[in-house]
């Protein structure tokens, strides 16, 4: 890794900045449009680390552009083709923001994430320990960690501020918030698209575990997919050659952080802890094996 490419915070001269999230930073272009900056800030338990991730950035702008591609027959996404260069004439600049900066639609976020699960693990499987359910939704019993489930579950969750925790909420509760008819679309959607990246995935050697997904609405309130897509930040990617049930599977996800972090007497809550390069490096690797894998 060279920290000549690593960006852990954008700035771009006469464009406003609307928001720093835990990974992206999103300017306001006109009416229209938005530019999303994705960062190499790293996040584990809504915290973000002090420490970035040279390069990640580009790796999850890529592989998030791959999957927006394929499910475009599914549902329509926030790209919209428009070329930094109409925008930003600074070549320093349009090199830094270089595969990790997109133009997009200007669209108003639904406030829930669209989760959705084909496996039995984190929260979900806490859930069903306690309660034999997942957000509300009956599983079998006598399930095991990291089993397969019978069928794909869509249980949301309530989108949380920087540094505060996203809770799962269950589909009643969706309903409230976004009504039942389109509740019952982003549903569907979203389990269409995890099934489809699943079966690809699991043809190339990665289960997906579990996934998150953003949806926006248009002035017309045309639903569109938005922010990222089935990434190592939003989602749970199992080598399938190493896959047990009973146990929590290695990962090319952020697990690795976060069972570094566990070793740790950290409160996990901000400031996040600084990282030594062993564990930057190693959460990059898994990053770069992923998108080699699913992309090329």
């Not at 089993?147 to 949380?160: N, Q, S, V």
């Given at each position: ?8 915070e954008?700035?771009i ?9 835990k990974?992206?930073?999103i ?34 702008t ?20 428009i ?50 359910k ?10 095991q960690?990291?089993?397969k489930l019978?069928?794909?579950i ?35 959607i979203?389990?269409r ?7 690809y ?11 998150k ?45 976060r ?38």
């Amino acid at each position: 890794m060279n920290d000549i490419d690593v960006l852990f915070e954008s700035t771009i001269p006469n464009l406003k900045l609307i928001a720093r999230g835990k990974v992206r930073d999103i300017y306001d272009l006109n009416s229209d449009h938005l530019l999303i900056v994705t960062t190499d800030r790293l996040s584990a338990y809504d915290v973000v680390m002090p420490d970035a991730v040279p390069g990640k950035g580009k790796i999850l702008t890529e592989i998030s552009n791959f999957w927006f591609n394929m499910m475009e027959d599914i549902v329509p996404n926030h790209l919209t083709g428009i070329k930094l260069e109409q925008y930003i004439s600074d070549e320093q600049l349009l090199l830094q923001l270089q595969k990790r900066a997109i133009i997009v639609k200007k669209l108003k976020p639904l406030p829930i994430e669209a989760v959705v699960r084909g496996y039995l693990i984190g929260s979900g499987w806490r859930d069903y320990k306690q309660t034999g359910k997942v957000c509300g939704i009956y599983i079998s019993e006598n399930m095991q960690q990291a089993e397969k489930l019978p069928k794909t579950i869509f249980t949301p969750a309530t989108k949380a501020t920087s540094g505060d925790h996203d809770e799962n909420i269950d589909y009643e509760k969706t309903c409230s918030l976004i009504g039942e008819e389109l509740a019952n679309n982003v549903r569907n959607i979203a389990i269409r698209i995890y099934e489809r990246a699943a079966h690809y995935a699991q043809e190339r050697g990665i289960i997906i575990a579990d996934t998150k997904f953003e949806f926006g609405l248009d002035k017309d309130n045309k639903l569109f997919i938005i922010d990222e897509m089935l990434t190592p930040d939003s989602s749970r990617f199992w080598p399938k050659d190493q896959y047990q049930i009973g146990m929590s599977p290695p990962s090319y996800d952020k697990q690795f952080l976060r069972d570094y972090l566990d070793t740790l007497t950290w409160n996990k809550k901000s400031p996040g802890p600084i990282l030594p390069e062993s564990v930057l490096s190693e959460t990059y690797k898994k990053y770069h094996e992923a998108y080699d894998i699913l992309v090329n």
